[in-house]
C-alpha cells in the first residue's frame, strides 16, 4: 500500500470514527497492514494522523489512555516517620 492509499484509509478513518460507521474494524486491520509492511510511513505521518489512529483503537478496544495520575495524599513521609509507625 502506498503512502497515499494509507492517508486516504486515515482519512477514512476519521471518517467512521466522526459518524459511527461499522467498517472501523476493516479500516484499523488496513492501517496496521500497511504500517506493518512499511514502518518507515509511520515516520512520515503528522501528529493528527497518528492521533486518528489512537482515537480509532481506543474506540474499537473500549480504552481510554489516562490524561493526568492523581497522587495520594494520606502518605506519611519518610522523614516524618518514626520507629512507633513501624
Keep these: 500500500m ?19 460507521t461499522p467498517n472501523l474494524p476493516v479500516l484499523l486491520k488496513e492501517i496496521h497492514t500497511a504500517l506493518h509492511a512499511d514502518p518507515e510511513n ?12 489512537v482515537r480509532g483503537l481506543m474506540a474499537q478496544t473500549n480504552t481510554y489512555i489516562a490524561t ?19
Design 68 to 86: 493526568s495520575i492523581v497522587k495520594s495524599t494520606t502518605t506519611k513521609k519518610l522523614k516524618n516517620l518514626s520507629i512507633n509507625d513501624i
Design 42 to 53: 509511520v515516520t512520515l505521518m503528522t501528529e493528527e494522523q497518528i492521533n486518528v489512529i
Design 2 to 20: 502506498s503512502s497515499d492509499e494509507l492517508l486516504e484509509r486515515i482519512n477514512a478513518l476519521e471518517f467512521a470514527l466522526n459518524e459511527r
